[in-house]
């Protein structure tokens, strides 16, 4: 089973709300990912945990906080959010590179789709 | 941070035709994976390749990994519309962060 599974789907916040965007594997996998992904853009790496440990920020703006509650679980927190902000948010796990080494592979869940008005 | 170059950027051919998507760096990547992402979900993982020189199939799919690691191509052969989304390639840059191309966004007319 490679699924990586993200709820809600879709979102749509105001600039004063505060949401949670939330994240899961079951592969066993010990290192998660968030990234931020525009319309007609590649992903970009945000954040990455390794053993439940903030391991890269990727100079992310303070108003996303990520959260690593255990090894299956990941979470982003928002918070007064800009509407430039709107974005496909991608969670994806992989296997640490002391298990894998070079055969590295990240595995994507399907996304959330945020809207910030 | 390492880039990486996807050519091209947008391919429309006719159903049967063989194609090749190229992804070019200056700089090495210990392994460079392809995926394949559909309009508003995840990238979906297709090939890891490894060692310099490699080739892997993936039925009408050929991925290559160039002998000095710096670039990799994609080749279909008899495309089908069934082919059609947005082709990544991303290298792997240290022990944890990938570095995607810009994509190629591909489409299969019947």
């Known amino acids: 089973d490679t699924e990586v599974t993200q709820t809600p789907k879709h979102l749509v916040m105001g600039m004063t709300n505060k949401k949670s965007l939330k994240c899961e594997q079951h592969?066993?996998?010990?290192?998660m990912y968030w990234y931020k992904q525009k319309a007609k853009k590649p992903p970009e790496l945000m954040f990455v945990y390794s053993y439940e440990k903030l391991s890269i920020n990727e100079s992310v703006p303070s108003r996303f906080s990520p959260e690593c509650p255990n090894s299956s679980l990941l979470n982003l927190h928002l918070h007064a959010l800009q509407p430039e902000d709107s974005a496909l948010y991608l969670c994806?796990?992989?296997?640490?590179?002391?298990?894998?080494?070079?055969?590295?592979?990240?595995?994507f869940g399907p996304g959330t789709r945020l809207t910030v008005t | 941070t390492q880039l990486l170059e996807q050519s091209p950027q947008f391919l429309s051919i006719q159903e049967g035709e063989n194609l090749t998507v190229y992804c070019n760096s200056s700089?090495?990547?210990?392994?460079l994976q392809w995926y394949r992402q559909e309009p508003g979900e995840g990238p979906v993982l297709l090939v890891t390749?490894?060692?310099?020189?490699e080739v892997k199939k993936l039925k009408r799919l050929t991925f290559q990994f160039g002998d000095a690691r710096k670039d990799s191509s994609l080749h279909i052969t008899a495309a089908q519309p069934g082919d059609t989304g947005l082709y990544l390639c991303a290298g792997l840059q240290g022990a944890q962060k990938l570095v995607f191309g810009q994509g190629t966004r591909l489409t299969i007319n019947p």
């Open positions: 994806a796990s992989s296997p640490t590179w002391i298990r894998r080494g070079p055969l590295y592979e990240q595995y």
């Open positions: 390749v490894v060692t310099g020189g």
């Open positions: 700089s090495v990547f210990s392994s």
């Open positions: 592969m066993g996998h010990r290192a």
